[in-house]
């Protein structure tokens, strides 16, 4: 974990030691506002030059170049994106994970509450990315981005997984429209949800679900343990901006690439 604040603060996961990676929180960019501090999404409508620093800075922070980092337009559906070459900022096609095995590309993905993954088969040289709520956890982007990984030589059982920080199960209330579908993609989806504090409402543990699709994939999986709802210092969330009432928000970046 890196705290000083005078830099881009991040996370790391046990299973990713040895390779640049990082589950960036909002502390140590230049923005303000909703959107302090290191807000990274560009389609946010924080000031496009505030968020190029800040995530020049988080390239910076893991050793990277800031021309390297590479992302996807994100819908919450299956796609993959495979690249061997650095994606313009902004200029990423509508997909929700991205894959590749060249060192100069840095993998990132944005969040404020769903699931960042970050894959890699370090024998392979092969690594990706992957933005997963419960829309596109149901709807098997996971499972995608391991078969994009596949493609490019990557091995499921010498792959590891590590979901960093996301809203978690003590926190997402949910309705009978996510429990249904939950329900209709998996008949023993009902593990996943504990009794809501309101009539007709559930606890969702989509972190759980998260892994336990990783895991019947033939992926080692870890976990994280931050919830982003509960620490307003360190994350944004899109579920505590909507129960504040709205308004802007930012997104934390998640990166990872192979060794130069």
């Given at each position: 974990m890196i705290l000083d604040l005078d830099k881009a603060e991040f996370l790391t996961a046990p299973s990713l030691r040895g390779l640049p990676h990082g589950f960036f929180t909002r502390r140590g960019g230049v923005s303000t506002g909703r959107f302090a501090s290191l807000n990274c999404s560009l389609s946010s409508a924080d000031e496009r030059e505030s968020v190029m620093e800040n995530r020049a800075r988080a390239m910076r922070a893991l050793g990277r170049t800031p021309g390297s980092l590479s992302g996807v337009h994100q819908v919450h559906g299956a796609a993959v994106v495979v690249t061997d070459e650095p994606?313009?900022?902004?200029?990423?096609?509508?997909?929700?994970?991205?894959?590749?095995?060249?060192?100069?590309?840095?993998?990132?993905?944005?969040?404020?509450?769903?699931?960042?993954?970050?894959?890699?088969?370090?024998?392979?040289?092969?690594?990706?990315?992957?933005?997963?709520?419960?829309?596109?956890?149901?709807?098997?982007?996971?499972?995608?981005?391991?078969?994009?990984?596949?493609?490019?030589?990557?091995?499921?059982?010498?792959?590891?997984?590590?979901?960093?920080?996301?809203?978690?199960?003590?926190?997402?209330?949910?309705?009978?429209?996510?429990r249904e579908a939950l329900l209709a993609s998996d008949p023993e989806g009902e593990r996943f949800l504990a009794p809501g504090r309101r009539m007709g409402h559930w606890q969702f543990d989509m972190a759980g679900l998260i892994l336990a699709r990783l895991?019947?994939?033939?992926?080692?999986?870890?976990?994280?343990?931050?919830?982003?709802?509960?620490?307003?210092?360190r994350f944004f969330s899109h579920r505590r901006r909507t129960l504040e009432g709205g308004g802007p928000i930012g997104h934390q970046l998640s990166a990872i690439a192979l060794p130069a």
């Open positions: 994606i313009p900022a902004g200029e990423g096609p509508r997909a929700d994970a991205i894959v590749t095995n060249q060192p100069r590309v840095t993998l990132g993905v944005i969040t404020a509450d769903c699931g960042p993954v970050l894959f890699a088969d370090l024998r392979a040289g092969v690594v990706g990315a992957c933005h997963a709520g419960w829309r596109g956890a149901l709807g098997g982007v996971l499972e995608a981005t391991i078969e994009a990984m596949e493609g490019l030589g990557a091995k499921r059982e010498g792959m590891v997984a590590a979901l960093g920080p996301c809203i978690r199960q003590q926190s997402y209330e949910v309705g009978s429209n996510l895991r019947a994939a033939g992926v080692a999986a870890e976990a994280l343990p931050n919830d982003t709802l509960v620490d307003e210092a």
